[in-house]
């Protein structure tokens, strides 16, 4: 499975790359997250706790490496992650880029997934990874968002801005509404998948829904695929 | 013989059994003290094995034993070869057989590593969660061309290549019939993997007894006997202190005949390891990793005909999946082999397949087995080369079929019996002719505009099959009246809904003249009777119930001569008549079948030398080679072009199955076998990724037909005996499978004639008919003529 796309934070690279490789942060931003922990220079270790549609929620463990780091620029992941119900194993590329805006992140995974979860949750997996995905996102951005406010003492409406990662490989980027709106055609509208324009739509103050990373004992169980998030607000 | 019992339709001796819910299965069977057993299966299609943990799960409450391979000492070891390889020239086959635990590597997704034993399944269920194989990924081989690739990873090291097996078979000169053709049509046609979908899954259940120093095993298995034995020889036991009993069994359809599964090899082990009985049942989850499967193969083929649309030759080149292991031997690429010849007159014949290993559930027989393929292949270059020659689908086979003077029939290749494949006897221009009749071929293009004229496409399909069927080496039963004038019939082979309660009784009660539910049949328990192989091709009617119409006519002739002793008669002067003997034209003087049974077994005086007690027989049937049963199906489905969703209207099949014991029991096997057909063709698929990981592997997504898809079949039946048992018997139960596909694809084609679609693959389903529609140009003209010219 092809997971990529890109999102936008209102943060300098050196922030936003910060960010990314901070463990408690990280674990905020994975549905799912129990725990996860340092052990090494760009190795980390944990556990999370996912079900899928019939797959009742269980522990995986998880191991992140990260390679090839420049920073502030790119860095390369590899994850395993395994439990009671299979695996997922993959490999990741992040690539941060300025934006008059703050920071665009470019990401693109591919996952192979196995065993009951991949026999029984298949159809649901895409749509998992994408609702997985967009919740972590959103959840890094508003952990950055408090890291602003702390730091220059003002919340702003909206810090980042995603478009929803596509499945086939295909890129969407950011910048062309036409696109982007053709990739989401759930979406309200074009105006909510543009980048910096996006900043100042007041309608989407408030996260929807209220999300709950990292909160122990909290399963991320996806159980209703209908409700779509629109993307590329906070 | 078409008698009082045999040939007609009577309800069902088993019946009120399973009805009022009074039916033993093996997961009914609940003993003191009992354990129970799980498994820990691979996540991996293939991987090395570095190592398994299994310290968190021993510590669990309630967890009796955990074992991995290397716990099974000298009890690991691979699985027998059970149908070795058939003596063909040049053939090459690759053995290996499958393990009990992996060990060392994985080969398939859901292949067992370790085995938990706990007081209830949930505790055992729970523990297995707790274990942890640590396992490094190697490539996972599932396409079958890249199986043979130089470069694939091999699945089994110590073979040194993927290759299974290299087949070729052939009579007549093809090439020379290439040269003198009209037409040549050359086509690739793919068939891809389903399972067999048994409504009970595989279940043992193991009990040794320590005081009769015997072994209980209670197996959904569809060959007791063979279980038995192998079973015996591997814990070192007499045959006669391990007692298999498979009881009645929800379905078949094939995977059951497999020998050893794992679990069967393990659950009886670990009851005498331990000294309690344990129960494994399977889930629906492990059926879809761990039961066998069938289907996938890739032909490449090839028919000259000639200008009247006459075969001149065929030739056909395929590779077949194996799956992880090749326990099975070639059974079923064989029958894809020989079955693709059909009904029909093919003077030159080349056949060659090649069996490949891929990481991939293991591959045996599934209702048809390998039947399908080859089937589908010779209908679809049938129907081709019809276009060519600008004839209609059921002409071009009428020019083709074997006509009476034809049989005995040699198509001088080996079938799956290693037998010549010789056809007994057939007659299939008739069975044609009524099913044209039957599904309303005349009056075809009428139909068809009319629907036209609503917005409906509708779309026809005929197509012709035979089916080998009934092969040896032999089964054996026992009959015997008891005191109370009920007969006991005993076989070796098991039962899993086919009926064989009622149709072997009906046998025995025209011999001897009794009530059919007076006759009480048992099979599948090798206490019961020692001898036998078991269910499978198609073969228990015409096998098992030969044997039973041996051992009765034995019986028979016991009760006739004891009976003349005992009213002072000429045995010729003696009748047996609703379940007494009696002196022909003389009714008064006679004595029930229960008091001859007593008399013949006396508590003194003497017995004529050489007799035997009772009146028990009895008798073994082993036919030299199967016998050939055949039919057409014709269907009628309505397509909506829009949404690629089809929809089965009409259903026909004409089948010869030589004489029916029971048209209702028939009807009944035809009618299943055309919904799994059905499913076959337009639901079932399973589908695996690049990785080798089953994607679908629930009902939920892996989609049975419903009664909703599955249209009442209209059927006739056609009775050519075959010559080689008494009874003329052959069998029905693949029947109904084996030709849908082929069908299901003449009509998508006729009722989308304005694309220029060529259905090549089964399964189908909405989604790839909607994208074979999307990439298909439409037609300027339609699709006959524009080939005529």
Known sequence: MILDGEFTFRADRRSVWVLLQDPDVLVKAMPGAQRLVQTGDGTYEGHIRIGVG????????????????????????????????????????VELLDEPAGTRMKYRADMQIGGKVAGIGQRLLDQVARMLTRQGLEALSREMEARLSLSVGSASASVGVATAPTLDGELVTGGESEDAAEANPESGGPAGATSSSGDDDGASTEPEPPLAPGMPDEPAVVEDLDQELPPGTV | MSGRYVGQSVLRNEDRRLLTGHALFVDDVRLEGMLHAAFVRSDHAHAEIRSIDVSAALEKPGVVAVYTAEDLGDYWRPGPLLVPPPPIEGIVFNQATQVPLAKGRVRHAGEAVVMVVAES???????AAEIFVDAEPLEAVVDLERALEPDATVIHPQLG??????????????????????????????????????????AVVARWDEQAQELTVWDTTQAPIPIRNGLAGMLGLMQSQVRV???????????????????????????????????????????????????????????????????????DTFIHDCGAYDPYGLTVPINSQCTLLGPYDVPSYEGEFRAVFTNRTTVTPVRGAGRQHGVFVMERLLDLAARLVGIDAAEIRRRNYLVQDDFPHDHKILFQDFQPLVYDSGNYRPALETALELIGWTGWAEEKRRAADEGRRLGIGVVSYVEGTGIGPYEGARVTVEPNGRVRVATGLGTQGQGHYTAFAQIVAEALDVDVADVLVTTGDTREFNWGTGTFASRGAVVA??????????????????????????????????????????????????ELAMRANPLRGGVTPGTEPGLECTAYFGPDRGSTASGVHA??????????????????????????????????????????GIGNAFFEQLVYDEQGQLMNASFADYLLPTSLDVPRVGMAHRETPAPMNALGLKGVGEAGCIPTGAAFAQALEDALDDYELEVREIPLSPNRLFELLRDAPRRTSPALSETHA
């Open chain 2, 635 to 676: 269907v009628v489905v309505e397509v909506d072009a829009e949404t690629a969703m089809a929809k089965f209207l009409r259903y026909v099949v004409v089948h010869d199955c030589g004489k029916l014991i029971n048209p209702m029991l028939v009807e009944g096997q035809v009618e299943g076998g055309v919904a799994h």
């Open chain 2, 545 to 594: 119930g030969s044997a039973c119409h041996a051992a009765a006519q034995q019986v028979r002739e016991k009760a006739v001569g004891v009976a003349a002793r005992l009213l002072n008669v000429p045995e010729s002067e003696v009748e047996l008549a609703a379940g007494c003997a009696r002196v022909r034209g003389e009714p008064e003087r006679s004595l029930t079948l229960g």
């Open chain 2, 121 to 127: 399944r949930y505790l055992a269920e729970d523990a």
């Open chain 1, 54 to 93: 019939p797959v009742t929620a269980a522990s995986w463990t998880l191991t992140v490496a990260l390679h090839d780091r420049e920073e502030p620029a790119s860095y390369g992941m590899k994850v395993e992650s395994k439990g009671p119900l299979g695996f997922t194993r993959g490999s990741a590329s």
């Open chain 2, 161 to 202: 290549t993927n290759l299974a097996a290299h087949v070729v078979q052939r009579h007549g000169d093809y090439d020379d019939a290439k040269a003198r053709a009209a037409h040549v049509v050359t086509r690739r046609f793919h068939y891809d993997r389903g399972i067999g979908g048994a409504i009970e899954n595989r």
């Open chain 2, 245 to 315: 009993i498979a009881p009645f069994v929800g379905g078949g359809f094939g995977p059951k005949i497999m020998m050893f599964y794992p679990e069967e090899v393990l659950v009886p082990w670990v009851a005498m390891q331990l000294g309690r009985p344990v129960k494994w049942c399977e889930d629906r989850q492990e059926n879809f990793f761990a039961t066998t499967q069938e289907r996938a193969q890739v032909h490449d083929a090839e028919m000259a005909v000639d200008a009247d649309g006459r075969i001149l030759g065929v030739r």
